[in-house]
């Protein structure tokens, strides 16, 4: 098995540095920009976006704009004001900056009730054609659902790591602002009786019949106010062993004794999690969460050889920047193939809507560019 | 990684790693909620809210837990259940008779199904898995029943198949387990990796086939070992069929149907799985044609003795196990650690203060209004505990009023005992302890029995409750270990005051319209305990449910007149939800005032968290667009006829 890790060497921009860099970027050349958001009702949704346009260079800039709809019967429904605000928005951006636009439905729920989010929006950006008008692809998860941008992003990884039928060299970014104090505000509300595999990973792999008497190790990414969630994926999962990835260093130097008080009970009473079975990961670095967990479940993979191997679930229930080092291991870590391929699902609750408790005194969300696969990685 | 310190915490039985801890944990009442006659020749579909405990009726038939059984029948605490079994004709007194075969139907089956396929080829990918599926799992199941070793023995495994023609597609049989195991491990690699690509799923995958022909070859029988059918019978069992879609499950029933197999398959699956109709009719509709319905929850509601002391069983069986690995001396029975009477002397003096206050309305009362001196020398003269006193007092409190009320215009003739013997039922006595322990906040929900009916007939539901007092109990032997663990009713009382916050008030949270069911709750509870504080007690020994006519209740099966009304769409959507999840109970087509009605019950912990009394019978005639209205806009309290409290 390899020890070697895909994004050894990454490229992650933050603030400043991100408009930076692609202000170097647009000004090489002329670039064409394809630049895919949620319609959401987050106040983050167009911060991104506004970002790069300020950047300059010349080039296409379309926007891409993924709607999705939850039901009359959603909590987000009391969110509708600031989501039209924000499509509000982002027309005055794109009428100002000359931008394309193009706005594609996502389905969410299947006629008969049963949620299909993530199949839909895989199935909205079928292959390398979709792409060959730009140079570069940016993805903006500020305003998407986590059933969303994991299918999405698993999805263009698999189409972006596919020899390319023109020979070109694509770009593949994905932005987030980030804010754990707005992160923690919003709450799911109405959650699934079910947990469920993420469309994109090992799902159906991960349940076969066959290797059933598989080890499965679980590495939830735990943030606050998770304890249904957990319930249900722990009730989906039925974990051997579990590693909590607990954000450390955090912008709350405290994060890590609140997350262990609020689960001692489950964590510790009623699972009895060895505390050295914990992972930590910074909160500001989703490479980092990403090498911890390819790290450790190669580790038991290798150690539990003798019974034929493992199986890894991975949950991601915290902020959004480190969700996306979870998905990324599990991307990898699904992608590989003989020893180095690992039947990893990701376990995910959805939840009817969201409500959003909202401090008065958040602090500035911080943008981040994630650059995943392109030229920079090139040999 | 489980924990023993409280087994009572130790909830789905997925989660019992062992086949002894599991047997252990085992209450053996649910199984008199089986027929009596042939169990295992008819399809069963076994019903139940989440934590109805479908899943430890249907593991209990699997190999390995009843080889356990069968190797344990001598030791005393699973020779009721080793009996019962055999009664049942599951095992016999050295080997097992039914050899089961357990499949969880929430793995894959629904993302089968989100391909978004033609429905003939999603049909035939689903047999094609279900066989697949029911052939590693027979295996497995015919290698445990011999005390064969998985999949080391698979060579003395032999499959034929079935005797007509159909035969398992891409499997030459006969052959031996080795290649019916390959096959199958084949088959379902293949149409997992259909539903894990990213790729568009047309034309990849198995072809797949239109029937399950694995119960064909199991029927033959055509699976042997060591050239022996390892068991009399084989029973399939189909867990969580409700997390499969609707089209499936209705294409599983038809095909279970269509075939007629002598192999019998019984199908697991929670009220969600319902239609909003099934379950507005309380399940009576959907599997009476495809076998017998066993509704746990309603099962034990026709018998709450036998769930009284089925789950006593439980609660025993959970202490003895953490007593059996903790250190010391453990109590090892849980009825001992929770105290199940009020009458104990460091009680008596608040009960003496409370008799004083209450007998001397009384008896201002009947200064008053001499007709009812006769009464008031009857309590005097009444011998017993000062609580049996306090409590008589407060009956009479009762009728008094009741008779006040009643009598305005009538002569004031003094009332003589008879007529006060007639009165005083057991009725208003419930209803005077209820209201002695609103007005001197005396606990009323403690002790087993009590703690029994606030499971409100679910296993799940009373365990987690049982598990509360059971944790305090060994926090407390850790502070103070030289002190009795046994849990006054006070703190019982404190405890379970709690259990409607952690259980159901994040109810918006956990499932869909969670709000609106929220809402009717409490505005049903609110109703419920002003119609039950009403000083005469109108209803004794309360109402802790409601009614809306049967023919109102036709109303909101009808889809085409819940189109026209969204409120009564919406109203039905919650009700649904709320049969779903357990919380209200309906009792259909009983019969008041020469009219049909449809009451729907309160779980107990809705009535703890109102302080209602447990007892069933007690409800209002309400009309349907009333109940709407509270589940929209809440119900105003109406403040002029309660007690004081």
């Known amino acids: ?379 | 990684m489980r924990d023993l310190r409280n087994p009572f915490r130790l909830q789905a039985a997925e989660h019992i790693e062992s086949d002894t801890d599991f047997l252990k944990l085992f209450g053996p009442g649910v199984l008199d909620l089986l027929p009596d006659n042939a169990p295992f020749a008819r399809p069963q579909f076994i019903r139940s809210a989440p934590g109805g405990g479908k899943t430890s009726l249907l593991k209990l038939f699997t190999p390995s837990v009843l080889q356990t059984l069968v190797a344990l029948r001598t030791y005393p605490e699973y020779k009721e259940l080793f009996q019962r079994l055999r009664q049942l004709g599951a095992i016999d007194e050295h080997s097992i008779r039914v050899i089961g075969v357990m499949l969880p139907c929430g793995r894959t089956f629904p993302a089968l199904a989100d391909l978004g396929l033609p429905s003939p080829r999603a049909r035939r990918l689903l047999m094609a898995l279900l066989d697949a599926r029911i052939m590693l799992g027979a295996l497995r199941s015919a290698l445990s029943a011999r005390r064969l070793r998985y999949p080391e023995d698979l060579a003395r495994v032999r499959v034929e198949g079935p005797e007509d023609a159909a035969q398992l597609p891409g499997l030459a049989m006969p052959c031996d387990g080795l290649a019916a195991r390959a096959w199958a491990e084949a088959i379902e690699q293949s149409i997992c990796d259909v539903i894990d690509s990213l790729a568009a799923p047309e034309g990849t995958g198995p072809a797949g086939h239109d029937s399950l022909l694995m119960l064909r070859v199991l029927d033959r029988p055509g699976l042997r070992v060591d050239g022996e059918p390892p068991g009399s019978r084989w029973l399939v069992l189909l867990d969580d069929v409700q997390k499969l879609t609707l089209d499936q499950r209705v294409t599983l029933r038809e095909t279970l149907v269509e075939q007629r197999s002598r192999t019998t398959v019984w199908i697991a699956e929670r009220l969600e799985a319902l239609s909003q109709d099934e379950l507005l009719a309380s399940g009576a509709l959907a599997g009476r044609d495809y076998g017998d319905v066993i509704n746990l929850e309603e099962a034990w509601r026709r018998t709450p003795k036998r769930f009284e002391s089925a789950i006593s069983t439980i609660a025993e069986r959970r202490a003895r196990m953490a007593a059996d690995v903790a250190t010391g001396d453990a109590v090892g029975s849980f009825a001992a650690l929770i105290d199940g009477t009020l009458d104990s002397p460091e009680r008596v003096e608040r009960i003496v203060e409370a008799l004083k206050m209450v007998s001397d309305r009384v008896r201002g009362v009947a200064t008053q209004d001499p007709k009812y001196i006769e009464w008031v020398r009857a309590r005097e003269e009444v011998d017993g505990s000062p609580r049996e006193k306090l409590v008589a007092w407060r009956t009479l409190e009762i009728l008094i009023e009741r008779h006040r009320r009643k009598s305005q215009q009538s002569f004031d003739f003094a009332l003589g005992r008879e007529e006060l013997e007639d009165r005083d039922d057991s009725g208003v006595k419930a209803a005077a302890e209820l209201f002695l322990a609103k007005e001197f906040r005396f606990p009323y929900y403690f002790g087993p029995s009590r703690l029994a009916s606030l499971g409100s007939f679910n296993v799940e539901q009373y365990l987690r409750l049982a598990g509360d007092l059971f944790e305090e109990s060994l926090a407390w032997s850790l502070l103070f270990p030289r002190q009795s663990r046994s849990l006054s009713p006070e703190r019982q009382q404190e405890i379970l005051d709690g259990a409607y916050d952690a259980r159901v008030k994040d109810l918006p949270r956990r499932a869909k319209n969670g709000r609106d069911v929220l809402n009717f709750l409490d505005a049903v509870g609110t109703f419920c305990r002003d119609v039950t504080y009403q000083p005469n007690a109108p209803y004794a020994p309360g109402v802790n449910g409601v009614a809306i006519s049967m023919q109102e209740r036709k109303t909101l099966l009808d889809a085409d007149a819940l189109k026209g009304n969204a409120s009564y769409a919406r109203f039905a959507q919650m009700l649904a939800t709320a049969f779903a999840h357990n919380l209200l109970h309906a009792e259909l087509d009983k019969s008041v005032k020469n009219q049909r009605w449809m009451i729907l019950y309160l779980n107990r912990l809705v009535c703890l968290k109102y302080t209602l009394p447990p007892h069933f019978g007690g409800f209002r005639e309400r009309p349907l667009r009333d109940l709407v209205a509270w589940m929209e806009r809440g119900y105003r309290t109406s403040k002029s006829e309660m007690l004081a409290l």
């Open chain 1, 1 to 379: 098995m390899t020890t070697d890790l895909r994004w050894r060497n990454y490229l992650l921009r933050r603030g400043n540095d991100a408009t930076g860099m692609w202000r170097a970027l647009f000004g090489e050349r002329e670039r064409n920009v394809l630049y895919a958001l949620g319609l959401g009702f987050d106040e983050r949704m167009c911060l991104g976006l506004e970002a790069l346009l300020g950047a300059g260079g010349a080039g296409k800039r379309d926007i891409r704009l993924l709607t999705f709809e939850e039901g009359p019967e959603s909590a987000s429904q009391a969110l509708a004001p600031s989501r039209a605000t924000n499509e509000t928005r982002l027309q005055d951006i794109v009428t100002r900056a000359g931008c394309g636009f193009e706005q594609r439905s996502i389905k969410l729920v299947s006629d008969d009730g049963r949620r299909i989010g993530g199949r839909s929006i895989a199935r909205e950006f079928a292959g390398q054609t979709e792409f060959h008008a730009y140079t570069d692809v940016v993805v903006d998860i500020s305003a998407l659902p986590r059933g969303l941008y994991f299918p999405l992003l698993a999805k263009l990884l698999s189409v972006f790591d596919q020899p390319s039928n023109d020979g070109i060299v694509r770009n593949l970014h994905v932005v987030v602002a980030h804010s754990p104090v707005l992160d923690a505000s919003i709450r799911d509300e109405g959650i699934d009786e079910n947990a469920t595999f993420l469309h994109g990973f090992s799902a159906a792999e991960f349940e076969r019949e066959a290797t059933r008497e598989q080890p499965r190790v679980w590495l939830p990414v735990i943030g606050r106010g998770q304890r249904v969630q957990l319930d249900r994926i722990l009730a989906l999962v039925a974990p051997d062993e579990i590693c909590p990835v607990l954000p450390s260093p955090a912008q709350n130097p405290r994060e890590v004794d609140d997350l262990v008080l609020e689960y001692r009970d489950l964590l510790f009473d009623q699972l009895r999690v060895e505390p050295r079975n914990i992972i930590y990961a910074s909160e500001y670095n989703p490479f980092e969460v990403y090498r911890q967990i390819v790290r450790s479940v190669r580790h038991y993979k290798s150690a539990l050889t003798p019974l034929s191997g493992c199986k890894a679930v991975v949950s991601a229930m915290s902020s959004k920047l480190s969700s996306l080092g979870a998905l990324l291991a599990a991307y990898e870590l699904r992608s590989g193939s003989g020893d180095d391929h690992v039947d990893v699902g990701v376990a995910h609750v959805e939840s009817q809507g969201y409500t959003l408790d909202r401090p008065g005194d958040v602090p500035p969300a911080t943008l981040y560019d994630l650059w995943l696969a392109g030229e920079c990685y090139a040999e």
